[in-house]
């Protein structure tokens, strides 16, 4: 009786260290993939201009002057 205690105890320890490395694995897979940033480049009068949002001519030119 004692050693089937000792074992199921000792499986629940080790469940406990193992499981939370498994977690924190997923977690730093998601935030990676949702760090991607999209650039968008623009020529106005030979100056490039680099935003990470899709810019109207407007914009683009209100930031030139």
């Keep these: ?4 205690f000792a074992f199921s105890l000792s499986l ?4 406990s260290f193992v499981a939370p490395s498994f977690a924190s694995i997923e977690v730093s ?3 990676s993939t949702q760090q991607e940033v999209n650039e968008y480049a623009y020529s106005f009068n ?11 001519e407007q914009e683009i030119e209100n ?3």
């Design 63 to 65: 930031l030139y002057n």
């Design 12 to 15: 629940i320890i080790l469940y």
């Design 29 to 31: 897979n998601e935030t």
């Design 1 to 4: 009786m004692k050693n089937i």
């Design 46 to 56: 030979e100056l490039e201009i680099i935003s990470n949002t899709i810019l109207t």
